[in-house]
């Protein structure tokens, strides 16, 4: 069980990655994925005929929306990352140097 443990470890951390990573370009890219999402819709309403205009329309918006929630979010999970890995940093810093004594000892 040890190797399977092991190879689902290392996929739930590729996993992690992968988002962070799907997150980022997200991000970068949402303009581009917003014209996107807008002429995939365009080519819908015309392949339908505008039967379904309404319905096209809230689901192209809500796309987006949720384009910019994934990218939100892993802007806010990368920012923790990057808190907590300066935050170790400091700490393994600190620990590394003497303090000095306290006042009320003599010195």
């Given at each position: 069980m040890g190797v399977m443990d092991n190879l689902k470890g290392k996929a739930e951390?590729?996993?992690g990655e992968l988002k962070e990573k799907a997150g980022q370009l997200a991000g970068q890219h949402n303009e581009k994925i917003d014209e996107l999402?807008?002429?995939?819709?365009e080519?819908?309403?015309?392949?339908?005929?505008?039967?379904?205009?309404?319905?096209?329309?809230?689901?192209?918006?809500k796309a987006k929306g949720a384009v910019d929630h994934f990218a939100e979010k892993a802007k806010g999970e990368q920012?923790?990352?990057?808190?907590a890995r300066t935050e170790e940093s400091g700490a393994?810093?600190?620990?590394?140097?003497?303090?000095?004594?306290?006042?009320d000892q003599p010195g």
């Open positions: 951390e590729l996993a999402v807008d002429k995939t819709g080519a819908i309403d015309k392949a339908t005929k505008g039967k379904y205009s309404e319905k096209i329309t809230s689901s192209a918006e920012a923790k990352g990057e808190q393994e810093q600190a620990g590394d140097t003497e303090q000095p004594p306290s006042g």
